[in-house]
DNA sequence: AGACTTTTAAATGTCAGACAAATAAAATCT
DNA sequence: AGATTTTATTTGTCTGACATTTAAAAGTCT
């Protein structure tokens, strides 16, 4: 673990990325434990603060934790699905903001992400996503219901489809691209008609989900991508011209 | 923008963390100026190496950018998606890595999100991106390949197959699945024969998309993927009883 | 001896003050 | 006016110190 003492800008961005690769190649296992601040300031030559902000480097990208007190110190992580989801939430989410993505490309992405689950998750869901589901569905018909509220149901909902594909790389991998979706679906108004279409086409998915009928979930995950792009459609054309 | 003075512990996470909801929310707009670290250090009532972490572990989610000298500063970053890839992909190899996802389960993941592009790819790709497939496959079939070269040579065939589908937000997405098989993926010697294989799939899949046949190259990349499962089980074998 | 309490040492968390280096704007000179 | 020098601002880094937390060691009592 050697870092370039010709560059000596950014010597904390150096530090990091060496204790990165360290961890990335095996070098640092799970759990292990760094040097100290003040072994590794020697070892690297430099002062503390620059080794704690390298340190700080990765605690951000949770790749080491640290402890306080005797026995304590810096820790390689494990990099657990959950932190990792809800790092990808995170970006995801800044990313579809400050690239002004379209709906249409983020919906697209989503709806092909997520039939890219339906045969898997019609194969192998279990009896309690399916339960899941249909529980979202319930509350989804709940009158009354806040948009947010809905949303977040729909989130459920389609977290539990993808769940039952039982692959927690996919799991991952949609999370990032369902939930940043969000703030783009929170811009739509359901209309009590447009939420009964889509509580229809749920119950669709639950129905072909329950006979392990993969096709129709993904026929159906189509219709209701359409249908999504639609409302979001509209509610642009009603911003045009309001009223 | 607060923090919790109650909470002594962890000041540079509480503070890094108003600044991103900062960011998140919009009220730090992109390319923005932050406060001087001096001036931060006032708002917030800390010492400026304790914003200074902060500002660090901002920048290794490429939240923010730093400039020094006159006029310099922390300004917002737009998060762009070559910034966002290279995070997802550290992100999710360090996921399979330490979490012992088996073989199986990546492949799965991966071709099934690629299988998710298939269809947009045969009706939006370029003929650059064509060119670019067979121009990796002439590469593959070169002899005295390494397998690291020809491994790259494979992700960067997929790389343009996804791309195809022109859609960021996928490309994205499938950046991480992709290229976190990497390593998964040089564990697996490639034989004369296996290459050969491999290529003639290629080869279908680029014919496919040729004619715009969104199907068939959904079918070959099942096909595909059975084959990289099965030389995987194969290497599997061979360890278990060597020679 | 064993269980409980106190002390101690090690580590991170935070602070204050200082200087170096880069950089753009202002001031100066030709 | 244009080129050069100076200056002020800001980040990057260092030194040294103290606070806080925590586990282990030492001590104490039963």
Redesign the pocket.
């Known amino acids: 673990m050697k870092i370039d003492p010709k560059k000596?800008?950014?010597?904390?961005a150096q530090i990091a990325q060496a204790i990165r690769d360290a961890i990335i190649s095996g070098q640092l296992i799970v759990d292990e434990r760094?040097p100290?601040?003040?072994e590794l300031s020697e070892q690297f030559?430099?002062?503390?603060?620059?080794v704690?902000?390298a340190?700080k480097r990765l605690a951000a990208q949770s790749l080491i934790r640290?402890?306080?007190?005797?026995?304590?110190?810096?820790f390689v992580n494990r990099l657990s699905f959950e932190n990792a989801y809800s790092q990808q939430i995170t970006t995801s989410t800044l990313l579809l903001s400050m690239n002004a993505v379209s709906f249409d490309t983020a919906c697209e992405a989503r709806f092909a992400l997520e039939r890219a689950c339906a045969a898997l998750s019609a194969q192998r869901r279990t009896a309690d996503q399916l339960a899941t589901m249909r529980a979202e569905i319930h509350r989804q018909s709940q009158p009354g219901l806040t948009d947010e509220a809905f949303c977040a149901s729909d989130v459920a909902f389609h977290r539990a489809l993808v769940d039952g594909a039982d692959n927690p790389v996919l799991s991952y991998q949609l999370a990032g691209a369902v939930e940043a979706m969000q703030p783009l679906m929170n811009m739509i108004t359901f209309t009590a008609r447009s939420r009964e279409a889509i509580i229809a086409l749920h119950s669709q998915i639950a129905d072909a989900l329950e006979i392990r009928d993969g096709a129709k979930v993904d026929a159906t995950l189509v219709e209701l991508e359409n249908y999504t792009r639609q409302l979001a459609r509209d509610v642009a054309q009603q911003r045009r011209k309001p009223a």
């Open positions: 000596p800008a950014d010597l904390s760094l100290s601040e003040a030559q430099v002062s503390r603060p620059t704690r902000e340190l640290t402890q306080r007190g005797a026995s304590g110190g810096a």
